[in-house]
């Protein structure tokens, strides 16, 4: 409330903005959002951050036409989607960029093999999609798409990229686009068990990939657990960060 405070500094019409915090992650949080898009006490509704959760958000706020700003939503189908409703506002541009971003983190490497890892959802559909036309723009090439779903799990990835280096196919890289934070977690436990494995095997020959993760996986409880070994990219004001 403070920073809204400030933002108006030296405006001629001020509004005082009453906040009401809500975890999305919250078990009745559906219900709630359908109760704030119908409910004219409130002016609008800012987030949800989930793409699934901000679905449901966009559809219930559409008949009232409430205001619905999401400052970090960068999935491009929910952006299609939702393009032309006058009401509903995108701080962030879109993961087709936001890969781009990924890729100039690339740039020098001397490794063209390159693999992604992401989630069978509406966040993920954006990086499945474009991520294969990205890549080969810039002539790399792709031995690595893994897509988590009910029956394929971050362990497998990991598992993929193994077997494709006993197949003498390096992919020192890989972009991480989970549909949770808490994945890099089981990702980096995925790795230092392959790591040991693979050591065991190779007699030490085997090369550590290294992740790309998304902006998804930007957490401060992830962080505590996750401190070194990935990169990664997330939305800012900073134009020369590209994303």
Not at 46 to 55: N, Q, T
Not at 112 to 119: A, K, N, P, R
Not at 196 to 216: Q, V, W
Request: glycine fraction near 4%; hydrophobic fraction near 40%.
């Amino acid at each position: 409330q403070e920073i809204m405070h400030r933002a108006q500094v030296g405006m001629e019409r001020r509004v005082k903005v009453e906040l009401e915090f809500r975890d999305e992650n919250a078990s009745d949080i559906d219900t709630y959002l359908q109760s704030v898009a119908t409910d004219e006490g409130y002016a609008a509704m800012i987030g949800p951050v989930s793409a699934a959760k901000v679905d449901i958000a966009a559809r219930a706020c559409r008949d009232q036409k409430k205001m619905l700003i999401l400052p970090v939503t960068t999935s491009a189908e929910l952006q299609r989607i939702y393009a032309k409703l006058d009401h509903v506002f995108f701080l962030t541009q879109s993961d087709i960029i936001q890969m781009e971003a990924m890729f100039a983190l690339l740039d020098g490497t001397t490794s063209y093999e390159v693999g992604l890892i992401t989630s069978d959802d509406m966040y993920g559909q954006t990086f499945y999609d474009w991520f294969g036309f990205l890549a080969t723009e810039r002539d790399f090439e792709t031995p690595l798409i893994c897509v988590l779903d009910e029956q394929t799990t971050v362990d497998d990835g990991i598992r993929m990229q193994y077997e494709a280096f006993e197949n003498e196919i390096y992919i020192h890289n890989i972009f991480f686009a989970p549909s949770k934070a808490s994945d890099l977690i089981k990702a980096k436990e995925a790795m230092d068990r392959m790591e040991k494995h693979a050591n065991e095997e190779t007699m030490g020959f085997y090369f550590r990939p290294t992740l790309f993760c998304s902006d998804i996986c930007v957490n401060e409880e992830v962080a505590k657990t996750v401190q070194s070994g990935f990169e990664g990219v997330e939305p800012t004001a900073d134009p020369a960060s590209g994303f």
